[in-house]
């Protein structure tokens, strides 16, 4: 069963992926921070994290390298309502695998 780490500070979103994920067949867990998602990452394996691009403290593209360098080989997609040509290929040369625009269709 795939693992999958949601990172969003909206707690609500995040209840509707964990719903939705569970149903499909996945494991899911979340973290509400950047700071949190990597303390998880350093002791828990995931194959993929749905990171939020914007949160409060640390953001999801600063948090983007510090994934990477914990766990080099999983796949991290981004997630944002405040989506751009720029943050998109910034994302993806830092190391996102995807970039997704909110709301978007399960």
């Given amino acids: 069963m795939k693992k999958i780490l949601i990172v969003d500070d909206d707690e609500e979103f995040r209840g509707h992926l ?4 569970s149903g499909a067949g996945y494991q899911p867990d979340c973290a ?3 700071i949190e998602a990597c303390e998880k990452l350093s002791d828990q394996e995931f ?5 939020d691009y914007m949160m409060p403290k640390k953001s999801g593209i600063d948090a983007l390298f510090e994934i990477k360098r914990l766990r080099p080989k999983i796949k991290v997609i981004m997630i944002t309502a405040f989506s751009s040509i720029e943050n998109a290929i910034d994302a993806i040369k830092k190391g996102a695998s995807d970039y997704i625009s909110k709301p978007f269709k399960i």
């Fill in 18 to 21: 964990v719903e939705f994920l």
């Fill in 32 to 34: 509400s921070s950047a």
């Fill in 47 to 51: 194959d993929i994290v749905l990171l």
